[in-house]
């Protein structure tokens, strides 16, 4: 558990490192006032320093209202964020294996998987699930329109 | 007569109207399931929208939009778990109707009878004043949108419920999203990191999928971690509306149809502010004011006539302005834009006939609510007790596929899934993930209108502040920004 306060802190200062990046990389263009109005740069630079002021209010406000906003309390280290942080590890690899597999093989790995992780266990509904899923996904998407999913790079 | 008859050749395709007919009730379906939201259902089966041809896939986003309005009275009145956030003062009356009057058939044909009937009014008042508030827009030049872009944009505040400074920092996220490809003035390649993926800009879809779906599919398992959703075991009676009640609640359905609509066209409001409003206004102009929390049927009537009213109101500043008014209008005005339809006043010109067809497409996806909310709903009674573990990594799933179709491209499904994780901690955080949509749906119109009336004006910024319509919205656009604070600042010498 965090606090509100220690949040936007943090978000503070990366609004302000963003804000500093955008106007840096909108820099590279020209910002000046020309016959065809304003260089490609300034409208983002503009946006840029907009941005790092508000995360400096942001800061400011923060320091003003640090005793409210630490009452209010964020969940990021519970075992219910916990949960969700492996299921973006495990997104992370069905990306991956959406590449190696080919998707129909990888989706059929990671329904199953899902399910588990959210506690559920009767495999025979699991293996429905799957297979229904894949079933609808391939009748509609891949005969009904046309969609060629990714192959598995072993395929190609 | 002649854009009518070629809209009305347009809807009334098979292909068309089974998509509409699909979409209302998937959108129902999206509705009634606590922990779907009607920008989730949208942003899902957006992708699916461009299978069809021409106006097909609007016709199907309409439906979905509709539908899940109206879907989330269902939960709201079987579990006492709204579906969506509109349909939150429908449990008050909803739910002791349906549980301790044993009355669940007569609660869910009343907000039945009550969604379709605000959809239809709204319909109707979108049709009457679209055009008209359109023939004044045709007159705006580059500032006037300039400023209605910000105007536009200043809504972020409203939409922003956790914190209006992170509000304004997403949408100016977004808007810095909207510059990234070749710059549309300059022809200049701008923020791409050297790639060709960015070369045609950000792509709009993987980033909605990612926030609206996939993020909230994150926050779901989070969220069902320890609770186990409850199920209804309610048996469901008849579900038409008695004569008797009708009669009861006719007036509190024009009233609160006519509250919804209104509150519909002001954008950064929305369903939830419209069911509340016309609640409460229902309850203080009732005969049988102790009735309400008790099961009341005006009470019913008035929370989803007034959230339903909200679908036909909101469209009228998205169509003739470019303005959407929250989340699920950004997205169907993104929806109008990938097909080619520009929201503006010059879309009533140079696209009538597809305007007239959004405006029956609107209307039959109300009147398809209505048939479908009468005779199917014991079916999607059915749907509300789905497993969660089942339904969520179906949805998953369908964020990938999804994305995926739209462009054939495994970078748009690893920019979704990076758009969901992001969005799963900026959630956490208090940001709005509309003030971000919102950005990047209206920073290409902001830029290049911003440039184009400095090229009017020799470089001279008082072009915006000489214009009286221009400086109107530019005025109003400072005052929805400054709302919230000069509202906190109200309250806090109230309470000395």
């Known amino acids: 558990m965090k606090n509100m306060a220690v949040c936007n802190y943090v978000i503070s200062i990366l609004g302000l490192l963003i804000g500093g990046g955008i106007m840096n990389a909108a820099s590279e263009f020209p910002l000046e006032f020309t016959v065809n109005g304003p260089g490609p740069g300034f409208w983002p630079f503009s946006l840029g320093v907009a941005l790092s002021a508000a995360a400096l209010i942001l800061f400011v406000y923060t320091f003003l209202h640090k005793e409210d906003l630490s009452q209010t309390r964020v969940a990021l280290t519970l075992p219910a964020n916990r949960r969700v942080y492996l299921m973006m590890a495990v997104i992370a690899v069905y990306c991956l294996l959406i590449s190696l597999l080919g998707f129909y093989p990888a989706s059929a790995v990671l329904i199953p998987i899902v399910m588990r992780l959210m506690d559920y266990h009767n495999k025979k509904v699991m293996a429905i699930t799957t297979v229904c899923t894949i079933i609808f996904i391939y009748l509609v998407f891949g005969e009904l329109l046309h969609t060629q999913m990714p192959q598995s790079v072993f395929w190609e | 007569m002649g854009d009518i008859a070629s809209a009305l050749s347009m809807i009334f395709i098979p292909a068309n109207l089974l998509g509409l007919v699909f979409g209302v009730a998937v959108g129902i379906a999206f509705g009634c399931m606590p922990g779907l939201s009607v920008n989730m259902g949208l942003a899902l089966l957006f992708p699916l929208a461009f299978s069809f041809d021409g106006i097909?896939?609007?016709?199907?986003?309409?439906?979905?939009?509709?539908?899940?309005?109206?879907?989330?009275?269902?939960?709201?009145?079987?579990?006492?778990?709204?579906?969506?956030?509109?349909?939150?003062?429908?449990?008050?009356?909803?739910?002791?109707?349906?549980?301790?009057?044993?009355?669940?058939?007569?609660?869910?044909?009343?907000?039945?009878?009550?969604?379709?009937?605000?959809?239809?009014?709204?319909?109707?008042?979108?049709?009457?004043?679209?055009?008209?508030?359109?023939?004044?827009?045709?007159?705006?030049?580059?500032?006037?949108?300039?400023?209605?872009?910000?105007?536009?944009?200043?809504?972020?505040?409203?939409?922003?419920?956790?914190?209006?400074?992170?509000?304004?920092?997403?949408?100016?996220?977004?808007?810095?999203?909207?510059?990234?490809?070749?710059?549309?003035?300059?022809?200049?390649?701008?923020?791409?990191?050297?790639?060709?993926?960015?070369?045609?800009?950000?792509?709009?879809?993987?980033?909605?999928?990612?926030?609206?779906?996939?993020?909230?599919?994150?926050?779901?398992?989070?969220?069902?971690?320890?609770?186990?959703?409850?199920?209804?075991?309610?048996?469901?009676?008849?579900?038409?509306?008695?004569?008797?009640?009708?009669?009861?609640?006719?007036?509190?359905?024009?009233?609160?149809?006519?509250?919804?609509?209104?509150?519909?066209?002001?954008?950064?409001?929305?369903?939830?502010?419209?069911?509340?409003?016309?609640?409460?206004?229902?309850?203080?102009?009732?005969?049988?004011?102790?009735?309400?929390?008790?099961?009341?049927?005006?009470?019913?009537?008035?929370?989803?006539?007034?959230?339903?009213?909200?679908?036909?109101?909101?469209?009228?500043?998205?169509?003739?302005?470019?303005?959407?008014?929250?989340?699920?209008?950004?997205?169907?005005?993104?929806?109008?834009?990938?097909?080619?339809?520009?929201?503006?006043?010059?879309?009533?010109?140079?696209?009538?006939?597809?305007?007239?067809?959004?405006?029956?497409?609107?209307?039959?996806?109300?009147?398809?609510?209505?048939?479908?909310?009468?005779?199917?709903?014991?079916?999607?009674?059915?749907?509300?007790?789905?497993?969660?573990?089942?339904?969520?990594?179906i949805i998953i799933m369908m964020t990938f596929v999804g994305t995926y179709s739209y462009n054939n491209s495994i970078n748009d499904v690893y920019l979704m899934v990076a758009s969901g994780f992001i969005g799963y901690f900026l959630n956490k955080l208090g940001f709005s993930m509309s003030a971000i949509i919102i950005g990047i749906i209206l920073g290409s119109m902001a830029e290049q209108n911003f440039v184009g009336s400095l090229i009017m004006s020799d470089g001279s910024f008082s072009i915006f502040y000489t214009r009286p319509l221009c400086l109107f919205f530019l005025v109003i656009a400072c005052l929805s920004l400054l709302s919230p604070f000069i509202g906190s600042v109200i309250r806090r010498m109230q309470r000395k």
């Not at chain 2, 959809?119 to 055009?131: D, K, Y």
Request: hydrophobic residues 45%.
């Open chain 2, 56 to 393: 097909g896939g609007i016709l199907m986003l309409l439906g979905i939009y509709c539908g899940a309005i109206y879907g989330g009275s269902i939960s709201a009145i079987l579990l006492k778990t709204p579906g969506t956030p509109a349909s939150v003062a429908t449990t008050l009356d909803g739910y002791p109707m349906a549980a301790k009057l044993k009355q669940p058939g007569r609660a869910l044909g009343l907000s039945t009878m009550a969604s379709t009937f605000g959809g239809i009014f709204s319909t109707v008042c979108l049709i009457l004043l679209a055009p008209q508030l359109a023939k004044l827009a045709l007159q705006f030049s580059k500032p006037e949108y300039f400023a209605l872009a910000i105007f536009g944009l200043s809504i972020i505040t409203s939409v922003s419920s956790g914190s209006v400074i992170k509000g304004i920092m997403g949408g100016l996220i977004g808007l810095f999203l909207a510059t990234v490809g070749i710059d549309d003035m300059s022809g200049k390649i701008r923020f791409t990191m050297d790639t060709t993926y960015f070369l045609g800009g950000v792509s709009f879809i993987p980033i909605l999928i990612g926030v609206f779906a996939f993020a909230q599919v994150l926050g779901s398992i989070e969220e069902y971690y320890h609770n186990e959703r409850s199920e209804q075991h309610m048996t469901i009676d008849k579900v038409l509306p008695s004569m008797a009640d009708m009669k009861r609640v006719f007036a509190t359905l024009l009233r609160s149809s006519c509250i919804g609509t209104f509150i519909g066209c002001v954008p950064g409001t929305g369903g939830d502010i419209a069911s509340f409003v016309s609640y409460d206004q229902a309850k203080r102009w009732s005969k049988h004011k102790d009735n309400f929390g008790n099961g009341e049927p005006e009470g019913i009537v008035a929370s989803e006539s007034g959230n339903n009213a909200v679908s036909g109101g909101a469209f009228i500043p998205v169509l003739t302005l470019g303005i959407p008014g929250d989340g699920a209008t950004a997205i169907m005005m993104g929806a109008l834009m990938v097909q080619g339809l520009q929201p503006g006043p010059l879309l009533f010109i140079e696209k009538a006939p597809d305007v007239y067809a959004i405006f029956i497409g609107l209307l039959l996806a109300n009147i398809v609510m209505g048939i479908l909310g009468f005779s199917l709903i014991k079916l999607f009674v059915k749907v509300v007790n789905v497993p969660i573990h089942i339904l969520l990594p």
